[in-house]
């Protein structure tokens, strides 16, 4: 049974034509990170842009068995909001949000999809031996209670993994009071057991990543990208959460004259 999803919609003062725009939150957040920054922006410059969460994530249902959620369970969450919508929509993924892209589009198309600090094709085995490295009594712990929430559990933890020096430490802070515990399941997904197969030329595709990004490196941005038969281009001096850091105007821009070049 297709649990109950919050979504979260901003719609353009006047009727454009645009294209839709759909956001899928990355891992530890829900709808709100879009709806900070990004939701506001593309409905000024005339998209009705929607925000979902994730079962189990945000206002959504499915708290109570999050643990054992898989990608596949996501992807038919994708599935529910793009039939909502009615209408072709153009889908924009952040870190895990971008597998969840990926996933869709092995049996769907699109208008066209945005990669933001994605997950890359080949899963997040280097990701999890990097945190292995770096955090080992955060790694075993994660194993030992099957959550995720260790990796970003305390401020400091949250801001090294997913923001630069450069944001604002109160908004670090309240940022941090809104994450959230992730599926394992679905992490074991994105590692070895559900990774996507990608299909060159499919639907048209941007791939941006971030230069001071501690849970995606430039260079698995770049994998993304040739997988997807695609250039990739990296922002400066930006870390992970790519839609809340300072400078997230330029991406918003960089995403909207993709959009007008492609005629969406």
């Not at 297709?2 to 990355?26: C, M, N, S, W, Y």
């Not at 281009?233 to 918003?252: K, S, Y």
């Given at each position: ?14 009727e454009t034509g645009k294209a839709p725009l759909l ?242």
């Amino acid at each position: 049974m297709q649990p109950k999803l919050e979504i979260i919609t901003r719609k353009p003062d006047v009727e454009t034509g645009k294209a839709p725009l759909l956001f899928v939150h990355g891992m530890w957040h829900g709808a709100w990170c879009w709806a900070e920054r990004f939701l506001p922006y593309f409905a000024r410059k005339g998209h009705t842009a929607w925000a979902l969460s994730l079962r189990g994530h945000g206002e959504s249902e499915g708290r109570e068995r999050l643990r054992w959620t898989s990608l596949a369970e996501y992807v038919v969450d994708l599935e529910a909001v793009v039939e909502q919508i009615g209408a072709p929509a153009v889908l924009i993924g952040h870190s895990m949000g971008g597998m969840v892209v990926q996933k869709y589009l092995e049996e769907h198309t699109a208008p066209g999809a945005v990669l933001l600090a994605s997950v890359p094709p080949a899963g997040l085995l280097a990701a999890t031996l990097r945190v292995a490295r770096q955090q080992p009594l955060t790694f075993l712990k994660v194993n030992l209670t099957l959550s995720l929430y260790p990796v970003i559990g305390t401020p400091e933890k949250c801001r090294r993994f997913l923001f630069s020096e450069n944001l604002d430490r109160a908004l670090a802070e309240e940022y941090f009071a809104r994450m959230q515990d992730e599926s394992y399941r679905a992490y074991m997904d994105m590692v070895l057991l559900n990774l996507p197969r990608p299909t060159k030329g499919k639907t048209p595709m941007l791939v941006l990543g971030a230069e001071a990004d501690e849970a995606i490196t430039v260079d698995e941005v770049y994998a993304t990208a040739r997988a997807y038969g695609v250039e990739a281009e990296i922002f400066p001096a930006m870390a992970h959460d790519m839609m809340l850091e300072p400078g997230w105007e330029a991406v918003a821009e960089r995403i909207l004259a993709w959009l007008e070049a492609e005629g969406l």
